[in-house]
């Protein structure tokens, strides 16, 4: 396969395991779909292509750990509702459910493949997809099959509300047996939305060793609107990663250091809904490994912007800029359980994005501006 060198990188962001390094006057060797060699551009190899990014930066492809993309409608009218002080409320997910049951599989597919080309021109390589909007056994089967058109990183999230009609013991029974037999040959991951107004602890646990038995990782949403238990469930059950992390007691911070647990927050959430921003800087002085993530959906959080999720990062939630990058990259590809993506080293896929600046600095000094130039995947622009 064709080698080919990146060069005149002014700031290449590795984002490796050793932490958030930059090299300055860089070039990048890609082999295929691998990158091959990093380095100073004085002192690249010879390769059978080459490609000048006239002095600007290159970054590893975003990897959005966290996003519900598979549903039809928008809750527009619900968000000027919380922009005028209605405050936001698990329930209104029952408005979407109502919405992508009613649409067809080629108009799902169509919205999903929208985001996603959306979030690619941001600079995302890698997204992780769940369902949520379907909670039947068929319209969460078909939304799963959906988002795999599109992605290896897919999750069942059944236990996601408990919808009208049945109660929260029937519903938790569905979810774990004909749902999950029905989801599972589409899924990687099993998800609980573990919070007030939807599953408690106890019903999270069920639900997640029932995944576990059918071949599915385990991820969980918890402590977004109060303290609760699901933070440290998470950590007592080992999980890669919990997602939201709003709300923690000390408890919590020490469970998720102790456990090595990821910390997936997601800051266009507290824009979208107006709640407090997480305490980044605890988390990450207490030892916590934390991901960025969007939580691309169309209730708590409308945004498929990575860039502006780091931006808010490191405004709201005291994050430098390079700590938000290595969130939103290497410690995201972590928190899917991947050591082939979120970093520009050796032997890691050649997922990247050229920005039109000459430092990752500017993702959170320029917010709003669109940056990026140019963003490749397997070692080719897309």
Same mark, same amino acid.
């Given at each position: 396969?064709?080698?080919?060198?990146?060069?005149?990188?002014?700031?290449?962001?590795?984002?490796?395991?050793?932490?958030?390094?930059?090299?300055?006057?860089?070039?990048?060797?890609?082999?295929?779909?691998?990158?091959?060699?990093?380095?100073?551009?004085?002192?690249?190899?010879?390769?059978?292509?080459?490609?000048?990014?006239?002095?600007?930066?290159?970054?590893?492809?975003?990897?959005?750990?966290?996003?519900?993309?598979?549903?039809?409608?928008?809750?527009?009218?619900?968000?000027?509702?919380?922009?005028?002080?209605?405050?936001?409320?698990?329930?209104?997910?029952r408005t979407t459910v109502a919405a992508t049951r009613a649409a067809t599989d080629e108009q799902l597919t169509s919205h999903v493949a929208r985001l996603v080309a959306e979030?690619?021109?941001?600079?995302?390589?890698?997204?992780?997809?769940?369902?949520?909007?379907?909670?039947?056994?068929?319209?969460?089967?078909?939304?799963?099959?959906?988002?795999?058109?599109?992605?290896?990183?897919?999750?069942?999230?059944?236990?996601?509300?408990?919808?009208?009609?049945?109660?929260?013991?029937?519903?938790?029974a569905l979810v774990t047996g004909p749902m999950l037999d029905a989801a599972k040959e589409h899924a990687r991951w099993i998800d609980v939305f573990c919070e007030r107004g *939807?599953?408690?602890?106890?019903? +999270? /646990? $069920?639900?997640?060793?029932?995944?576990?038995? #059918?071949?599915?990782? @385990? %991820?969980?949403?918890?402590?977004?609107?109060?303290?609760?238990?699901?933070?440290?469930?998470?950590?007592?059950?080992?999980?890669?990663?919990?997602?939201?992390?709003?709300?923690?007691?000390?408890?919590?911070?020490?469970?998720?250091?102790?456990?090595?647990?990821?910390?997936?927050?997601?800051?266009?959430?507290?824009?979208?809904?107006?709640?407090?921003?997480?305490?980044?800087?605890?988390?990450?002085?207490?030892?916590v490994d934390v991901a960025l993530a969007s939580d691309c959906n169309p209730g708590s959080c409308f945004t498929s912007s990575i860039p502006l999720c780091i931006a808010l990062?490191?405004?709201?939630?005291?994050?430098?800029?390079?700590?938000?990058?290595? *969130?939103?990259?290497?410690?995201? +590809? /972590? $928190?899917?359980?991947?050591?082939?993506?979120? #970093?520009?080293?050796? @032997? %890691?896929?050649?997922?990247?994005?050229?920005?039109?600046?000459?430092?990752?600095?500017?993702?959170?000094?320029?917010?709003?501006?669109?940056?990026?130039?140019?963003?490749?995947?397997?070692?080719?622009?897309?």
């Amino acid at each position: 396969m064709a080698t080919t060198l990146i060069t005149n990188i002014g700031e290449l962001f590795t984002s490796d395991p050793e932490g958030p390094l930059t090299i300055a006057g860089a070039a990048l060797v890609v082999d295929g779909t691998q990158v091959a060699w990093v380095g100073r551009a004085a002192e690249a190899p010879d390769a059978d292509e080459l490609v000048d990014v006239g002095g600007r930066a290159v970054i590893p492809g975003f990897v959005d750990s966290h996003s519900h993309l598979v549903f039809a409608g928008d809750r527009a009218e619900e968000f000027a509702a919380r922009m005028a002080g209605t405050p936001y409320a698990a329930g209104g997910i029952r408005t979407t459910v109502a919405a992508t049951r009613a649409a067809t599989d080629e108009q799902l597919t169509s919205h999903v493949a929208r985001l996603v080309a959306e979030m690619r021109c941001q600079g995302t390589t890698t997204v992780e997809i769940k369902s949520g909007y379907g909670l039947t056994v068929h319209d969460e089967a078909r939304s799963l099959a959906v988002a795999r058109q599109f992605t290896e990183e897919t999750t069942y999230l059944g236990a996601h509300v408990v919808p009208g009609g049945t109660t929260p013991e029937e519903y938790v029974a569905l979810v774990t047996g004909p749902m999950l037999d029905a989801a599972k040959e589409h899924a990687r991951w099993i998800d609980v939305f573990c919070e007030r107004g *939807a599953f408690d602890a106890d019903q +999270a /646990r $069920a639900i997640l060793a029932a995944g576990e038995a #059918a071949g599915l990782r @385990g %991820r969980l949403h918890a402590n977004q609107l109060t303290y609760g238990d699901g933070v440290r469930l998470a950590a007592e059950l080992g999980l890669v990663a919990v997602d939201h992390c709003t709300y923690l007691s000390d408890a919590d911070v020490a469970a998720l250091r102790d456990s090595g647990t990821i910390a997936t927050l997601l800051p266009g959430v507290e824009f979208s809904t107006k709640q407090p921003y997480p305490d980044t800087r605890r988390l990450l002085d207490a030892g916590v490994d934390v991901a960025l993530a969007s939580d691309c959906n169309p209730g708590s959080c409308f945004t498929s912007s990575i860039p502006l999720c780091i931006a808010l990062a490191v405004r709201e939630m005291g994050m430098t800029p390079a700590e938000a990058v290595h *969130a939103a990259t290497y410690v995201g +590809a /972590r $928190a899917l359980d991947r050591d082939d993506v979120g #970093a520009l080293v050796p @032997g %890691r896929r050649a997922d990247l994005v050229v920005l039109d600046a000459p430092s990752h600095l500017h993702l959170a000094y320029r917010p709003g501006v669109p940056l990026v130039a140019a963003t490749w995947v397997g070692g080719r622009p897309v």
